[in-house]
């Protein structure tokens, strides 16, 4: 999903009034959670701290293993200094990648 200002700045889904965003995630939460029944995955990744929020919010501790990896935002200095070696250690990190 895609949320812009009528600028055509971005809107992250935190930013969004709070009538409009509890009905979507709602939806989102709903749709996530099927998603993990029918899949069964060891672990849910959180790409930013806000996507790991939701997840944390979502399922209970032992429910599902949650990390969190830096968000590849174009707003992040982090992520603009090698987003993809950043990430891919937290990966390794955590478990989820075998080096």
Do not use: K
Not at 22 to 33: F, G, K, M, N, T
Not at 77 to 89: E, I
Request: with cysteine.
């Amino acid at each position: 999903l895609l949320f812009m200002e009528e600028s055509g700045r971005n809107r992250t889904p935190d930013r969004l009034p709070a009538v409009e965003a509890r009905p979507l995630l709602a939806a989102c939460d709903r749709h996530l959670r099927r998603l993990v029944e029918i899949y069964e995955p060891q672990y849910c990744v959180g790409i930013g701290g806000y996507a790991a929020r939701r997840l944390a919010a979502l399922f209970r501790a032992g429910e599902i293993r949650i990390v969190s990896i830096l968000h590849p935002s174009p707003a992040s200095p982090a992520a603009n200094r090698g987003w993809a070696a950043a990430a891919t250690q937290q990966l390794i990190a955590s478990g989820v990648w075998d080096d």
